[in-house]
């Protein structure tokens, strides 16, 4: 699971910006101005049958500070992603 979703600065965040490009979802922002330092991202590859799907996932972040419950609150009609 991406940690962002409990994190301070996700909504302005460029990395989650991009792992929402990656999972073709709506961006929580369209000009996320805000560099994490050293996010740690694992790519996992599942393959069945002639499709392959890419989930990415924000593991680690030196820039990470917990506000649980911060992507909920952006989207309180939503269903947190995993």
Request: aromatic share 8%.
């Amino acid at each position: 699971m991406c940690i962002c979703v409990d994190c301070h600065w996700l909504d302005r965040c460029s990395t989650y910006h991009a792992v929402e490009t990656q999972h073709g979802v709506k961006h929580l922002s369209s000009t996320p101005d805000f560099e994490p330092r050293q996010p740690r991202i694992n790519v996992h590859l599942r393959s069945q049958g002639l499709t392959t799907t890419v989930e990415w996932d924000v593991v680690a972040c030196n820039s990470f500070v917990m506000d649980l419950g911060h992507w909920q609150r952006l989207r309180p009609q939503e269903v947190v992603p995993t």
